[in-house]
């Protein structure tokens, strides 16, 4: 039985990272119990030559319209034509601010005008240049005295471009989000209740990389981090005098052992570990000395391809004391369509992901 209860029937999720665009579209239908099922209609994904996006910069429009267009099913593709001009996509953490904040205002009576005056003491961009965006989240409780505001800003420049190459093409944007959000979505487990613990989520990406701290059931703070693909790439490449394809070859191939044929392998690769785990280590501490009653983190969830590195979740769990593990990008979506899939291919759709799954909700419902 299908019962459509979204005006947006048939809306897509699309992330833009910096060497490639994804695509995911989920379908919501209910059981004759009436009970939610999520059916994966679509995933797929397209690679960006170099210099087209570079930090969630749009360099050169046309190429990655073009890329668009392929994803869609234009242009003669691979892939199965996309008929719905419905289209959520995500806004790159390189360029957005996202931040929990407290506004000493009660949660019934805030403002828009309360929020923008607390905002200019956070959020690093000129206001009247940026979009921003908020959810008040405990706005159920009625005897509160302040509120609890998940502030996001982006650039208008940024959102701009994107929104421009979408409208451009006829497709129709009813809601853009901060990766972060998108990412959390996908890897937290839905309706789950952390009972006095915390949770972060480490997104080890190709270009970029993210920590996300998750707690009392919201994202409370992310921070970048400088660990990707491309830098061990580009660190193996310098120390070992190899080309990028064969640093590649060999990161995916020895992870964090010992390659014999390449003594300084390990060095190198365990020298950016080392930063890797400081900056895990500077963020969870930030965390519990800058919020108010923080709860521990308990576990860490990997996302993103560089998750699958060999040893990197042991090496992780053992210097900081704490579970690290690849986490599971579907677990909100169980669908038959994604058995037999590689756990960590599917990693790399963290994101488009979590844009699909609002996308097959009320994508313009506050919730989200």
Known sequence: MLLINN?????????????????VQILKKFNLRGRPTYELKHLRKVELLPGCIAQGEILQTEAVKQKVLHLLGYEGTEFKKITSPWVVFDLPVTKTFLKLIEIKTPPLQLTEEDVKLEAVKHVPFDIKETYLDWQIINKHEEEAVSSKVLLGAAPKTIVDSYLEILESIGLNPVATELEDLSIARAMITCNKTYMGEARAILDLGASRSTIIIYDKGSIQFSKMINFSGDLIDTALMQNLKIDRATAESLKNKNGLTYDPAYPL???TVSELTEQL?????????????????????????????VSALKNLEKIITKKLA???????????????????????????????????????EEPRNSKH
């Open 265 to 267: 392998y390990l060095k």
């Open 7 to 23: 005006p947006f029937y048939g809306a897509f999720g699309l992330d833009f990272g910096d060497s490639s665009i994804k695509l």
């Open 277 to 305: 785990l400081s900056d895990i280590t500077k963020a969870v501490t930030y965390y519990h000395n800058h919020f108010p009653e923080p709860n521990p983190v308990t576990h860490i969830t990997m996302s993103g391809g």
């Open 322 to 360: 704490v579970g690290a593990y690849p986490g599971n990008a579907w677990k909100n979506i169980y669908n038959e369509k994604l058995i037999g899939r590689d756990r960590y291919e599917l990693l790399t759709y963290a994101s488009a992901i979590g844009l699909g799954l609002r996308a097959a």
